[in-house]
């Protein structure tokens, strides 16, 4: 359950929101993507009432938005390859040449391009971020939606997917949004940053202004 949660996102800024498992996080971004119909408000993404929108129009601007599933949710059937393959499924007027191009980028971005012919099975966790991360990308989204990107991950693992959404960022100038309750990556990725608690905002601002906020509540998280 969500409550009076006002939330905007500037194209190239990653916005954070941070709280416990819960509080209402994955609620938000479900409703970002016309998954779940908000009782009341608004959602506008990409300048677009999705209330207003049918379900042929809903679809084309959930193709540019890119969401990286908690678990990667890659197909455990499919290699690296065609994982990746599969989101250009539609565009049946792409050559051959011009796919293997695009998937080739796209591990090249992550840093996994010797992982091509590789099946799920054999990666690591974090390999299978990065190559979930992969093929978000290969559709060029103006927005990126992070679920968990840290979530069962060693610190060292989770402190390089942290960083690489920071270089998604600079290199795309994506917009994004990155559910978490893990506090380094807020610190690492965050330009601003939102804490609900309950389904309520109790904070908002930079890592540092949310940090020593004179709520208790919110100071204990970065304890």
Request: hydrophobic residues 40%; contains cysteine.
């Amino acid at each position: 359950m969500l409550s009076d949660i006002n939330l905007k996102i500037e194209k190239g800024e990653n916005m954070v929101v941070l709280g416990r498992s819960g509080s209402g996080k994955s609620v938000l971004i479900k409703c970002l993507v016309g998954l779940l119909e908000p009782d009341e408000g608004q959602v506008i993404l990409l300048g677009q009432d999705i209330s207003k929108l049918d379900n042929k129009e809903l679809n084309v601007l959930r193709k540019k938005v890119g969401f990286l599933f908690q678990s990667a949710a890659l197909y455990d059937s499919m290699s690296v390859r065609e994982n990746l393959e599969f989101p250009l499924r539609d565009l049946e007027s792409k050559p051959q040449d011009e796919i293997d191009a695009l998937v080739k980028e796209a591990l090249e971005n992550v840093g996994l391009a010797d992982a091509i012919d590789q099946m799920p099975s054999e990666l690591s966790g974090g390999m299978r971020k990065r190559v979930g991360l992969a093929r978000t990308l290969i559709l060029k989204p103006e927005i990126i939606l992070y679920d968990e990107p840290t979530t069962g991950l060693d610190p060292i693992t989770s402190k390089e997917i942290s960083k690489l959404i920071l270089d998604v960022q600079q290199k795309f100038h994506t917009a994004s949004i990155i559910i978490t309750h893990d506090v380094e990556c807020a610190r690492i990725t965050a330009n601003r940053m939102m804490m609900i608690k309950d389904g309520l905002a109790i904070a908002e601002g930079t890592y540092k202004e949310v940090s020593e906020s004179e709520n208790e509540w919110v100071r204990s998280f970065f304890k």
